[in-house]
C-alpha cells in the first residue's frame, strides 16, 4: 500500500479507538487514534481525497500497519 484514502484513515482511527478507548475528562485519544488523527484533519482541511503513507511520521505509519496487519486478520464477510 503506497497511500491510504480518507475512508480508510477513517477505519484505522476507529479500529483504535475500538481497541483502546478514549480516557480521561478531556477524552484523550490512544497514542495511535492520536498520531492518525492529524493527517486525518488535514486531508479534511486540505480536501485530500489519500495521502502517500511516505508523508505520514513514525508513529502515523505504525498505528496504520497495525491496523492494516489487523485487516488481514480479519475473517472476511461472504
Known amino acids: 500500500m503506497d497511500s491510504?484514502?480518507?475512508p480508510q484513515l477513517e477505519?484505522?482511527?476507529?479500529?483504535w479507538?475500538?481497541?483502546?478507548?478514549?480516557?480521561?475528562?478531556?477524552s484523550r485519544?490512544?497514542?495511535e487514534a492520536?498520531?492518525?488523527a492529524t493527517p486525518y484533519a488535514l486531508m479534511i482541511i486540505t480536501h485530500?481525497?489519500?495521502i502517500p503513507i511516505a508523508e505520514l511520521n513514525e508513529k502515523a505509519q505504525?498505528?496504520?500497519?497495525?491496523?492494516?496487519?489487523?485487516?488481514?486478520?480479519a475473517p472476511s464477510n461472504p
Open 4 to 6: 491510504i484514502s480518507l
Open 62 to 73: 505504525a498505528a496504520l500497519a497495525g491496523w492494516a496487519a489487523s485487516s488481514a486478520r
Open 48 to 50: 485530500r481525497h489519500d
Open 34 to 36: 492520536a498520531a492518525l
Open 29 to 31: 485519544l490512544c497514542p
Open 11 to 15: 477505519q484505522a482511527i476507529n479500529y
Open 17 to 26: 479507538r475500538n481497541l483502546s478507548p478514549s480516557v480521561g475528562d478531556e
